[in-house]
């Protein structure tokens, strides 16, 4: 702590040119470095997976074309399942020899030469017999009895009639595996076991996955069997069998899955192709795109000798700024009045000079500002003075009024009495000092009162019912907003009829809502006179002089106060009087 208020103290105490320095190295030269540090980070590692990215697309287009081509090994099973004459072969109906030889080369032999040549990745195909009087005719039809492949005849014979299996046997002089896809033959009413097919499938089908990719210096392609065995698609190895092994351990379940591996000098592909029961891998050296690291030591160097250049460069300007800085702050320092504080020294014309020139322009102004002050004072003092006599009008006003309600008691005048109290209550309400908000049973209190004051001139011909459903008197909404309405319905609605005027406000809660409800049996609106309400309302601004104004103030420190969809909905039938609903939605106070 001592030794940073040390420090904290000779910064204070340091010339502009040093603090110049140090602000460049805390505030340009360190952020500057660490944000090329971490960009370049950044932008290997976004260059690194887009690159993981766009291989793994590839390599996803790839397995879709790998299981074409074993459906297409898969579909010759039918060419020879719907050959009748090979089911008649293996059935036996063939007794002689010469027999077997001709419906062979006839029927027979023209679909293994057609598999032969359709098919590019079929290295060999070959049906084994479960009749033991058939005639062998090899390589193309052999005896079950013959059958020398890794695979127990058990798992062949396990097969279900609408189903193959695909089996890896083991590997050739170079460590690549041979592929079989195997298939039980039945009679033509499936009731009986004639043999099996036998397909051998090349290496290269897998071409399609491991080619996909550009070629690049250093790939290496790799199967995996169900027990875990590696195969060597190549001829040569880099790759230890342990390392495979941890490779095909990360196989999803389908699909591919991508890694970086040995500090993302490599990329391995992970595919599944659960067809084959397989696993392949393929790992190929980051390409030249990706290494960045060979132009690290040179870019390093030219962007610290750029920065160099340009810290020169900002300290020349500095320089020329600080100069006039510390003659402007020499000056300072040597004033002793304000009236003497004008500067003559050289300013020129650029942002410092603007802050020399608004210095002197401030210290000739200076008398003018502090005659201003006074007078701002003065009429501080003369507005205060004004705002005493406003506060003592009202509270007058209140006291002539209760004395009238006291004078009117006294010689029993109640009907007057409750006029002077209602209309006290009323200037007491309008008037209440700084407060814009009031709770609704106060808003319902101050229509009562207003009520009262008009029973008072109409007596029967006006009725007034108040209807209210909830706990809805404490709910806080803007002043004011009930007493307009109901003004509005005496004077423009019941004003305008001869008969009794009633006027009915309800009060009910919906969940977050408060709906209000004033409704008059007066004159009503024309429909042009509705409309031009409504979209004074609505729009906020009156149509016309006439159009709602009251209203429509009302209706903007509603949706002001309340938000969301509150507000005022007027609905209004010629003859038979106006409904006005407001709403107020608590959750948005």
Not at 206 to 227: H, K, M, R
């Amino acid at each position: 702590m001592r030794l940073l208020r040390k420090a904290t103290d000779g910064i204070r105490h340091m010339r502009i040119v040093p603090k110049l320095i140090i602000g460049y190295i805390v505030l340009i030269f360190i952020p500057f470095t660490l944000f090329g540090f971490f960009f370049y980070r950044q932008m290997y590692s976004n260059l690194l997976v887009q690159y993981q990215a766009d291989r793994v697309k590839l390599m996803d287009q790839s397995l879709a074309s790998l299981g074409i081509e074993l459906s297409k090994a898969e579909s010759t099973f039918p060419l020879f399942q719907n050959n009748d004459q090979l089911l008649e072969y293996l059935d036996g109906q063939y007794r002689d020899d010469w027999e077997m030889v001709y419906n062979y080369r006839k029927g027979i032999s023209p679909t293994f030469q057609f598999i032969a040549t359709g098919n590019p990745n079929i290295a060999s195909a070959s049906i084994y017999s479960l009749n033991p009087a058939v005639l062998s005719l090899e390589p193309d039809i052999r005896k079950a009895d013959d059958y020398s492949g890794e695979f127990d005849r058990n798992q062949i014979d396990a097969l279900a009639p609408n189903e193959g299996a695909w089996f890896f046997e083991n590997a050739d002089a170079d460590n690549r595996p041979i592929i079989h896809y195997t298939r039980m033959f039945y009679n033509d009413t499936y009731t009986r076991e004639l043999g099996f097919l036998q397909i051998e499938i090349k290496t290269s089908v897998f071409d399609s996955v491991f080619d996909i990719l550009p070629a690049e210096t250093g790939t290496w392609n790799y199967l995996a069997d169900g027990a875990g065995r590696i195969f060597s698609v190549e001829s040569s190895s880099e790759w230890t069998e342990t390392e495979l092994e941890s490779f095909a351990g990360r196989a999803p379940a389908s699909g591919v899955n991508s890694f970086y591996t040995d500090n993302n000098r490599y990329l391995v592909h992970v595919i599944a192709v659960p067809k084959l029961g397989a696993t392949m891998i393929k790992i190929g050296k980051v390409g030249p795109i990706l290494t960045l690291q060979a132009s690290e030591g040179w870019s390093i160097a030219g962007g610290v000798l750029l920065l160099a250049l340009l810290s020169v460069l900002y300290f020349m300007i500095a320089s020329s700024l600080g100069n006039r800085l510390l003659r402007f702050m020499r000056h300072l320092k040597r004033v002793d009045h304000p009236k003497l504080a004008v500067y003559d020294g050289p300013s020129g014309t650029d942002e410092i000079g603007f802050v020399i020139n608004s210095y002197n322009a401030m210290i000739k102004r200076m008398d003018e500002l502090t005659e201003d002050m006074h007078q701002t004072e003065m009429l501080k003092k003369e507005a205060e003075i004004k705002m005493l006599h406003a506060q003592i009008k009202p509270h007058f006003l209140y006291n002539t009024l209760e004395t009238m309600r006291m004078m009117a008691l006294v010689k029993e005048e109640k009907e007057l009495a409750e006029v002077a109290s209602s209309l006290g209550n009323l200037l007491r309400y309008s008037l209440v000092k700084n407060a814009d908000e009031a709770t609704l049973s106060q808003e319902l209190e101050n229509v009562l009162h207003y009520i009262e004051i008009h029973k008072v001139r109409m007596g029967e011909r006006l009725s007034f019912t108040m209807d209210i459903q909830g706990e809805t008197g404490g709910y806080v909404t803007p002043r004011f907003i009930l007493q307009p309405i109901v003004e509005n319905c005496i004077l423009h609605g019941l004003g305008q009829i001869r008969g009794k005027g009633i006027i009915e406000l309800s009060v009910r809660e919906e969940r977050n809502v408060v709906l209000i409800r004033v409704i008059d049996n007066g004159a009503g609106m024309s429909p042009e006179r509705l409309q031009a309400v409504r979209t004074a309302l609505t729009t906020g601004q009156p149509v016309d002089e006439s159009a709602g104004i009251g209203l429509r103030n009302v209706n903007e420190r509603i949706k002001s106060f309340c938000g969301g969809e509150s507000g005022i909905t007027v609905d209004s039938t010629p003859g038979k009087g106006t409904t006005f609903a407001i709403r107020l939605e608590k959750e948005r106070r």
